[in-house]
């Protein structure tokens, strides 16, 4: 388990992580640089080194392109945005209409390979914050994302949605789907929600090729994120006057095999 200083910023990853993976003291070092940026304390555990390609391959490429000098992914049409082999839904009578322009070509023009980054925990965790700190890293240099935050998407693609079970599911089924769309068109998509079921989060990780979907989980204990208690949800429903709240009257179900996980400790010190 490694520590890191608020020096460390998310834009030092993009530059290293083209490093071999033979080595997986420096893989964990580059992997947690990806989401650390002004944090004063940072403890990283569990990273899998795998997320170094689909991270790589935002900076970089597989194959030479030969007027921008990136390399990008052969196109599987088993595995893109169309579907083609995937079950409607309810909908019948309908079949999928291929464009000219696909994802192969619309990452060539953006000089990067979509992808989403997906974090996942607690109320209070600090997910919004990192989502945010990372998206302007990317900005800066020259990448185009888009961050997807809880909250806000209940502002209107799922403003008819509750906090039952059922609408939680349909809530990340959504945003699942919409990022999916994002990744497809090039965009690094970040995913800032709860999120708080294992199989909801393993089924927007099934919508995308192996490698697209980065799982990163704020492991912040609960009584930090209540100590916390940003939104002052928390003194709610302790008060019972929300019902079904993550973390007090609902569970949380922990990642089992996340790309990135981080530790953090004396979080007053950090916000």
């Known amino acids: 388990m490694a520590s890191y200083s608020s020096s460390v910023r998310l834009n030092s990853i993009l530059s290293c992580c083209s490093n071999n993976n ?3 003291n420096n893989n964990n070092n580059n992997v947690s640089s990806l989401l650390s940026i002004t944090f004063h304390r940072i403890f990283v555990s569990n990273v899998r080194s795998e997320v170094v390609k689909p991270i790589k391959a935002i900076e970089e490429s597989r194959t030479t392109y030969e007027n921008f000098g990136i390399e990008l992914e052969s196109e599987n049409p088993q595995n893109d945005c169309a579907g083609n082999n995937r079950l409607a839904g309810q909908s019948t009578n309908i079949l999928w209409h291929d464009c000219p322009v696909g994802k192969i070509e619309r990452q060539k023009l953006l000089k990067q390979k979509g ?5 996942t925990g607690l109320s209070g965790s600090g997910k919004s914050t990192v ?3 990372l998206g302007q890293s990317l900005y800066r240099k020259g990448k185009l994302s888009y961050i997807l935050d809880g909250d806000n998407v209940r502002h209107g693609l799922n403003n008819d949605l509750s906090f039952k079970a059922e609408d939680r599911v349909e809530n990340i089924r959504r945003i699942g789907e919409v990022a999916k769309l994002f990744a497809d068109a090039g965009i690094i998509c970040i995913a800032s929600l709860i999120s708080p079921y294992i199989r909801d989060r393993d089924a927007c990780r099934a919508l995308l090729p192996d490698g697209d979907f980065i799982e990163v989980f704020m492991d912040v204990p609960l009584e930090v ?4 208690d940003p939104k002052g949800l928390y003194k709610l429903a302790r008060a019972g006057k ?4 993550t973390g007090i009257d ?3 179900e922990a990642p089992l095999n996340c790309e990135v996980c981080f530790y953090l400790e004396r979080c007053r010190e950090i916000f």
């Open 22 to 24: 033979n080595n997986n």
């Open 115 to 119: 992808c989403v980054i997906w974090i």
């Open 131 to 133: 989502a945010c700190a």
């Open 225 to 228: 994120c209540e100590a916390r």
């Open 242 to 245: 929300i019902k079904g709240f």
């Open 250 to 252: 609902d569970p949380y």
